[in-house]
């Protein structure tokens, strides 16, 4: 393959806990509204940390019968609704895209949500050849709920209890079928783990699939629900989670600031979808962005905790620089093909970063490692660029959240508007441009968006406005 093909968003989606549409999403990061709830139900009664993002207002039957809802797992139906919101806005024309992008603010606004109760109309015929099109569903754990029911009902009633659809529906990468049975999608469907990771590599393995030529179109979703007790015991127990905040639960999550002490657990999913530029073009689709580069590394450190200098982190985010430069320059290698994981610099130093949306959790260890990276990638500009946090809105969605920051940086760059960090009351960090309190109106034209998770997965992504 010699030549390396631009790859552009052309349609997103999303079922989170701040909003069920791609729209509802961003208006309420944007807002500096915080989704962070104290959670309902029985389970959590006897837990030490009883808050976190969850999905509300979601109808299911809206998109499944009734029959095939209540077989799947909850995080199975906000894929597959994300994945649907994103096929629909990529189908649409680019006169429909344009009309409905006129009715709007261009700033914070009011819309119907697709998931409460409007599912979005895809078409019955996708506009690409469906051996040409793929679906990537990424997650840390995929449909856990479904498995933890099963073994209790094995405990208590013994194998016949056991429902025969876990082996149908219980795969991690079970919504990328799902997907591509729904729209008769004939490319690859496959699933792509790498913790809180996930969603960047996702996006990461599409971008590369369309570029080197074994599709025009990838469809990316990430998807994550460990809100069930077994998972926030599990990470309370390790202290990774913010306690004590069921008084006041939308101050818990604090990335940068100095009263931070863990990450706010949310579910959701998001989706988007990937297109190549000349597929795109071709058939007059609205372009919301290029995704420009990707990098990801390993820190091979430790189990949970990042490298204390940001080795692996800050080998991403110069990969994906580099990357985006050689895309830019034309180079038809790319940095794969002759550029080491730390020996980048120069291609990545010609690559302007406008902005930066930061993993940003709010755990003592990860903050400082990031801010580390940045600095060892970027070199001392990294302190002049613009970085928000937004988990502290959204909650920390673990491998789902790569793919819902991707939605946020397309917004960023279509909006002119930095989304704010919440609760960075008193930053641990001294002279860096946090984007604090409430929105920043800025022109951008570029966004870093990084995804850092347990076991020491990075992933870089630059998305760049069109």
Same mark, same amino acid.
């Given at each position: 393959m010699?030549e390396r093909?631009?790859?552009?968003?052309?349609?997103m989606? &999303? *079922?989170?806990p701040s909003g069920?549409?791609a729209q509802?999403?961003?208006?309420? *990061?944007?807002?500096?509204?915080s989704?962070?709830?104290?959670?309902?139900?029985?389970?959590?009664?006897?837990?030490?940390?009883?808050?976190?993002g969850?999905?509300?207002?979601?109808?299911?039957?809206a998109?499944?019968p009734?029959?095939?809802a209540?077989?799947l797992?909850p995080?199975q139906h906000?894929a597959v609704a994300a994945?649907?919101?994103?096929? +629909?806005q990529?189908?649409?024309? &680019?006169a429909?895209? +344009?009309?409905e992008?006129a009715a709007r %603010?261009p700033?914070?606004?009011t819309?119907?949500?697709?998931?409460?109760? =409007?599912p979005?109309?895809?078409?019955?015929?996708?506009p690409?050849?469906?051996?040409r099109?793929?679906v990537?569903?990424?997650?840390?754990?995929?449909p856990?709920?479904a498995m933890?029911?099963?073994?209790?009902?094995?405990?208590?009633?013994?194998?016949?209890a056991?429902?025969?659809?876990?082996a149908?529906?219980g795969?991690p990468?079970?919504?990328?079928a799902?997907l591509?049975q729904?729209?008769?999608?004939l490319?690859?469907?496959?699933g792509v783990s &790498?913790t809180?990771?996930?969603?960047?590599?996702?996006?990461?393995?599409g971008?590369?699939?369309?570029?080197?030529?074994?599709?025009?179109?990838?469809?990316v979703?990430?998807?994550?629900?460990?809100l069930?007790?077994?998972?926030?015991a599990?990470?309370?127990?390790?202290?990774a989670?913010a306690?004590?905040?069921?008084?006041?639960p939308a101050?818990? %999550?604090?990335?940068?600031?100095a009263?931070? %002490?863990?990450f706010?657990m949310?579910?959701?999913a +998001?989706?988007v979808l990937?297109e190549?530029?000349?597929?795109?073009?071709?058939?007059?689709?609205?372009?919301l962005?290029?995704?420009a580069?990707?990098?990801?590394s390993?820190?091979a @450190? @430790?189990?949970?905790?990042p490298?204390?200098?940001g080795?692996?982190?800050?080998?991403?985010?110069?990969?994906?620089l &580099?990357?985006?430069?050689?895309?830019?320059a034309?180079?038809?290698a790319?940095p794969?093909?002759?550029?080491s @994981?730390?020996g980048a610099?120069a291609g990545?130093?010609?690559?302007?970063v406008? @902005?930066? =949306?930061?993993?940003?959790?709010g755990t003592p260890?990860?903050?400082?490692a990031?801010?580390?990276?940045?600095e060892?990638?970027?070199?001392q500009?990294a302190r002049?660029?613009?970085?928000?946090a937004?988990k502290s809105s959204t909650g920390?969605?673990l491998g789902?959240s790569?793919?819902?920051e991707a939605?946020i940086?397309?917004h960023?760059?279509r909006?002119?508007?930095?989304?704010p960090?919440l609760?960075l009351d008193?930053p641990a960090f001294e002279?860096?441009?946090?984007v604090?309190?409430?929105?920043?109106?800025q022109?951008v034209?570029?966004?870093?968006?990084t995804?850092f998770g347990f076991?020491?997965h990075n992933?870089?992504?630059l998305f760049r406005?069109e």
């Amino acid at each position: 393959m010699t030549e390396r093909r631009r790859v552009v968003v052309t349609g997103m989606g &999303a *079922v989170t806990p701040s909003g069920t549409s791609a729209q509802a999403l961003w208006d309420s *990061v944007a807002a500096g509204r915080s989704a962070i709830r104290e959670l309902e139900g029985e389970q959590y009664a006897d837990l030490a940390v009883r808050i976190g993002g969850q999905v509300r207002d979601f109808d299911a039957v809206a998109y499944f019968p009734r029959s095939l809802a209540r077989r799947l797992s909850p995080v199975q139906h906000w894929a597959v609704a994300a994945g649907d919101e994103a096929l +629909a806005q990529a189908c649409a024309s &680019a006169a429909d895209s +344009a009309a409905e992008s006129a009715a709007r %603010s261009p700033q914070v606004t009011t819309v119907p949500e697709a998931g409460a109760g =409007n599912p979005p109309a895809v078409p019955e015929e996708l506009p690409w050849d469906p051996v040409r099109i793929a679906v990537i569903a990424a997650t840390g754990s995929g449909p856990v709920d479904a498995m933890q029911a099963a073994t209790r009902a094995l405990d208590s009633g013994g194998p016949r209890a056991v429902p025969l659809t876990l082996a149908i529906y219980g795969a991690p990468d079970s919504a990328a079928a799902l997907l591509s049975q729904r729209h008769g999608i004939l490319g690859p469907g496959q699933g792509v783990s &790498a913790t809180c990771a996930s969603g960047a590599i996702g996006l990461g393995e599409g971008l590369r699939r369309i570029r080197h030529g074994y599709a025009d179109a990838v469809l990316v979703v990430g998807m994550e629900d460990c809100l069930g007790g077994v998972n926030l015991a599990s990470n309370a127990n390790m202290r990774a989670l913010a306690a004590g905040y069921e008084g006041d639960p939308a101050a818990a %999550s604090r990335p940068f600031d100095a009263a931070r %002490s863990g990450f706010v657990m949310s579910q959701g999913a +998001a989706a988007v979808l990937l297109e190549s530029e000349d597929s795109a073009r071709a058939r007059g689709a609205r372009i919301l962005a290029e995704l420009a580069g990707f990098g990801a590394s390993s820190d091979a @450190h @430790h189990p949970t905790a990042p490298h204390p200098e940001g080795r692996g982190a800050a080998a991403a985010v110069r990969e994906c620089l &580099a990357d985006a430069a050689a895309m830019s320059a034309g180079d038809s290698a790319g940095p794969g093909a002759g550029a080491s @994981h730390t020996g980048a610099d120069a291609g990545a130093a010609s690559v302007v970063v406008d @902005h930066i =949306n930061a993993h940003g959790t709010g755990t003592p260890a990860g903050d400082e490692a990031e801010l580390r990276a940045l600095e060892a990638a970027l070199g001392q500009e990294a302190r002049t660029v613009p970085i928000s946090a937004t988990k502290s809105s959204t909650g920390h969605l673990l491998g789902a959240s790569g793919v819902v920051e991707a939605v946020i940086a397309v917004h960023t760059l279509r909006a002119g508007l930095l989304p704010p960090t919440l609760n960075l009351d008193e930053p641990a960090f001294e002279g860096w441009d946090f984007v604090r309190g409430a929105a920043r109106s800025q022109s951008v034209r570029s966004v870093l968006s990084t995804s850092f998770g347990f076991g020491g997965h990075n992933g870089a992504l630059l998305f760049r406005s069109e």
